[in-house]
């Protein structure tokens, strides 16, 4: 081997240590500059970092629309001015938010509203804020020492007493400034919330402009508020919405990406189609810097304004049916003021007994305080009471199930005497009756021989005790409740009554009972009765709201169909065809034959529409004076039915020697000749509804 290649194998080595000296050294100074950088700087990178931070807010768009059965708003959207605060991230300090609310006080005036809900708590944190010395000389060392921020700040509002903020409370200013600090408090940061947008003056919107630069966060923007072109009318069952999570029910809104500060419906369908009516929030992105101050924002979602409702109200309808309720309990009072001195309220629904669409449905109510007429639709709902012998239909049906009667069994109407128990009677002594004579005259007496039979007692004597089985109440409740009396009726509103169960469970109850005499019922519940009765046997969810749409570019317009909301059946009744066409056939004999308790009542008009039905007077009593509640229900025609209807009127006083003014009869009249000649429809479209 050469002497030169030997040479060469010496040098390798050489240069490979050489290269891994090198290697060694960069990642060396590598590792170093990574420690530099974590350990040394890292705050001062992770401050870079910060300097664009992102964060998401969501706010909220205008609520969905509520349009009736023509597409007329019923409910719509006003714009308005407002006043926003925006509070940056992390928020602002107490007494920054003080000081913001000192200047807005100088420009802006709050409603009287806003200055009525100010609460204790208020005053003494405003109290607090102004003379926050005096306030935490209050608490002594040791109980610094032994309780956290929190227990510290709450037991020195404690003892703030209301000879401390006594002041304030009379003064209008204070006031001012309190209220629109609960506003600013409120707020969500990056969230604009509005601090005021009902009657901002042109003045206060134009101060507000030319000084946010001086108020950080303020802004002036066009929010929205609800407005009611029929005001008066179905406001109940329409309801109502508020700003901010109802108390005790934050964390089931929270959960559902409500902020604080969010508008919610509380009442009628305003809450019950809350999820609908809400929309899907507008989502902007902000960039923040290292002090929290907004660098950028993009918007990342539009969002989507509320779907819209559309019921089944015809408002005109509407309308006339509350002016026709209110005339007539008007009349009523005028006509005998002594005799109907209780007489306060009156109730009407009219319904489609095939869908359980509702056509109309009014409450009236008299103040007598304020000698005032006003609407109280919801007592349509809430408002049960005795409504004697329009259940004698459910009663034939329980029967009829039950086999203790077949149809055409007849029973003498003679005054019944069960002893231990006053006497009971019809109106009258009618002799041997059939079952549709007694539907069609009203027999008490027939109704007590269903019910005694249904209790086990077939052997009834006059003046002796009987027999009866306990269970007959829960026979006949479970057939009553088939046909929607004495449970909810399954309508589209957040609650409803049941109304009243009896408890008792004497015989003499039990022939109450089987008259409408005991338990107690809703008008809408005996729309649905009736309407079961109307479309043979099934029972139907009464409901106000027909379509769902999509919202729409054009102005109080309705946008494309998103969903229509079908008839949806309760439950179909466990009587035959031929039982509840008996049932039918008695109805119709109550307003069409002239031995029928309504025949006489009808006006010429509505003789011609084919009604089929039941009247009811139920005795009931307030401060030991007798007084009488009045139901009516009903539908037409009787073979297709497309219209049922039931009113109740409580408390009606007995007028001696005389005839009592018949409200009832009277409101269904005018009711029925309003509907045919106004907004029923015509046989084509019966047809094609078929």
């Given at each position: ?18 290269l891994?000296?090198?290697?060694f050294l960069?990642?060396?100074?590598l590792?170093?500059?990574?420690g ?10 992770q401050a ?24 007329k ?8 001015y407002?006043?926003?605060?925006t509070p940056?991230k992390?928020g ?6 003080l000081?913001?609310?000192?200047q ?8 009287d ?9 208020e ?11 005096e306030a ?14 929190s227990?510290?700040?709450?037991l020195?509002?404690?003892r ?14 204070a006031?001012?400034?309190?209220a ?6 409120s ?16 003045k206060?919107?134009?101060t ?5 630069g ?5 802004n002036?923007?066009t929010?929205?508020?609800r407005y009611?072109?029929y005001?008066g009318?179905?406001q109940g069952v ?16 929270k959960?559902r990406?409500?902020?604080l ?7 009628g ?11 899907d929030k507008k ?11 907004i660098?950028?924002q ?7 304004r509320?779907?819209?409702l559309?019921?089944?109200i015809?408002?005109?309808f ?5 002016k026709?309720?209110?005339?007539e309990l008007k009349g009523a ?6 005799a ?9 629904v009219?319904?489609?007994p095939n869908t359980g669409?509702i056509?109309?449905?009014?409450g009236?109510h008299?103040?007598?305080e ?15 009471g ?9 009663t034939?049906?329980a ?6 009667i077949d149809?055409?069994?007849?029973f003498?109407d003679?005054?019944?005497?069960i ?11 009618m ?8 539907l ?6 027939y ?6 039979r249904i209790?086990?007692?077939y052997n009834y004597?006059?003046n002796?005790?009987?027999s ?9 409740r479970?057939y ?9 009726t399954?309508?589209d ?5 049941v ?6 469970g004497q ?8 008259i ?17 009765i109307?479309?043979?046997g099934?029972?139907?969810k009464p409901?106000?709201?027909?379509e769902?749409?999509?919202p ?5 317009k ?8 079908n ?5 179909k009744?466990?009587a035959t065809?031929e039982?509840?066409n008996?049932?039918k056939k008695?109805?119709k004999?109550v307003?069409?034959t002239?031995?029928?308790t309504a025949y006489?009542?009808?006006s010429?008009?509505?003789k011609?529409?084919d009604?089929s039905g039941?009247?009811g007077?139920a005795?009931t009593?307030?401060d ?9 229900i009903?539908?037409?025609?009787s073979?297709?039915?497309d219209?049922?209807?039931a009113?109740?009127?409580?408390n009606?006083?007995i007028?001696?020697?005389g005839q ?11 009711a029925?000749?309003?509907y045919?000649e106004?907004?029923a ?5 019966k047809e094609?509804?078929e």
């Amino acid at each position: 081997m050469s002497k030169k290649r030997k040479k060469k194998r010496a040098l390798l080595p050489f240069r490979l240590n050489v290269l891994f000296a090198i290697v060694f050294l960069l990642f060396s100074a590598l590792i170093l500059q990574l420690g530099v950088v974590q350990i040394i700087n890292g705050e001062e990178h992770q401050a870079v970092l910060e300097k664009t931070t992102n964060d998401i807010a969501e706010i909220s768009v205008p609520r969905g629309m509520i349009y009736d059965s023509e597409g007329k708003v019923i409910v719509g959207n006003e714009p308005v001015y407002s006043i926003t605060y925006t509070p940056p991230k992390n928020g602002d300090s107490a007494d920054e938010r003080l000081e913001l609310a000192k200047q807005l006080a100088d420009i802006i005036k709050m409603d009287d509203e806003a200055i009525e809900k100010i609460t204790e708590r208020e005053y003494k944190e405003y109290w607090y804020l102004l003379n926050t010395k005096e306030a935490n000389s209050r608490i002594t060392a040791a109980e610094k020492e032994s309780l956290d921020d929190s227990e510290i700040y709450n037991l020195t509002l404690e003892r703030i007493t209301e000879a401390d903020y006594k002041e304030l409370m009379t003064d209008d200013q204070a006031k001012q400034i309190i209220a629109i600090k609960r506003e600013l408090d409120s707020a969500t940061e990056l969230v604009p919330h509005v601090i005021k947008n009902e009657n901002v003056t042109e003045k206060e919107y134009a101060t507000i402009a030319e000084n946010m630069g001086q108020m950080a966060g303020i802004n002036v923007a066009t929010d929205w508020k609800r407005y009611y072109p029929y005001e008066g009318s179905l406001q109940g069952v329409l309801g109502s919405i508020k700003t901010g999570i109802p108390q005790g029910e934050e964390d089931y809104y929270k959960s559902r990406n409500y902020q604080l500060n969010d508008r919610i419906g509380t009442s009628g369908l305003e809450m019950e189609y809350e999820s609908l009516l809400k929309g899907d929030k507008k989502r902007v992105r902000y960039i923040t810097d290292n002090n929290n101050n907004i660098v950028s924002q993009e918007v990342i979602s539009e969002g989507q304004r509320g779907q819209d409702l559309q019921l089944s109200i015809n408002m005109d309808f509407q309308k006339e049916l509350d002016k026709i309720v209110r005339e007539e309990l008007k009349g009523a009072i005028n006509k005998y003021p002594g005799a109907n001195r209780y007489l306060e309220n009156a109730m009407a629904v009219m319904l489609n007994p095939n869908t359980g669409e509702i056509y109309a449905a009014s409450g009236q109510h008299y103040n007598r305080e304020d000698n005032k007429y006003e609407s109280a639709d919801m007592n349509t709902v809430f408002t049960a009471g005795a409504v004697g012998s329009t259940v004698k239909g459910a009663t034939l049906l329980a029967g009829y199930q039950e086999g203790v009667i077949d149809p055409g069994k007849s029973f003498y109407d003679t005054p019944m005497k069960i002893k231990g128990t006053p006497e009971k009677k019809s109106y009258k002594n009618m002799g041997l009756i059939n079952d549709l004579e007694a539907l069609q005259m009203s027999s008490n007496v027939y109704m007590f021989n269903v019910a005694l039979r249904i209790g086990g007692e077939y052997n009834y004597q006059k003046n002796q005790s009987v027999s009866f089985n306990q269970d007959a109440f829960r026979i006949l409740r479970n057939y009553y409740n088939q046909v929607g009396l004495g449970v909810e009726t399954g309508i589209d509103l957040p609650s409803e009554s049941v109304g009243y169960v009896g408890s008792k469970g004497q015989a003499g109850n039990l022939l109450d009972f089987s008259i409408g005499q005991f338990d107690t019922y809703t008008t809408m519940q005996l729309a649905q009765y009736v309407s079961t009765i109307a479309n043979g046997g099934y029972r139907i969810k009464p409901h106000f709201v027909s379509e769902i749409h999509d919202p729409s570019n054009e102005k109080d317009k309705l946008g494309p169909l998103a969903k229509t909301k079908n008839p949806e059946v309760l439950n179909k009744i466990t009587a035959t065809e031929e039982q509840i066409n008996r049932i039918k056939k008695g109805f119709k004999m109550v307003f069409q034959t002239p031995r029928g308790t309504a025949y006489s009542h009808l006006s010429n008009e509505a003789k011609t529409y084919d009604i089929s039905g039941k009247t009811g007077t139920a005795q009931t009593s307030i401060d030991g004076t007798d007084l009488e509640n009045w139901t009516l229900i009903g539908y037409a025609d009787s073979e297709t039915p497309d219209i049922a209807f039931a009113v109740m009127v409580p408390n009606l006083g007995i007028i001696s020697g005389g005839q009592q003014y018949p409200i009832t009869y009277n409101i269904v009249n005018r009711a029925l000749e309003y509907y045919y000649e106004h907004t029923a429809p015509d046989d084509k479209d019966k047809e094609e509804a078929e």
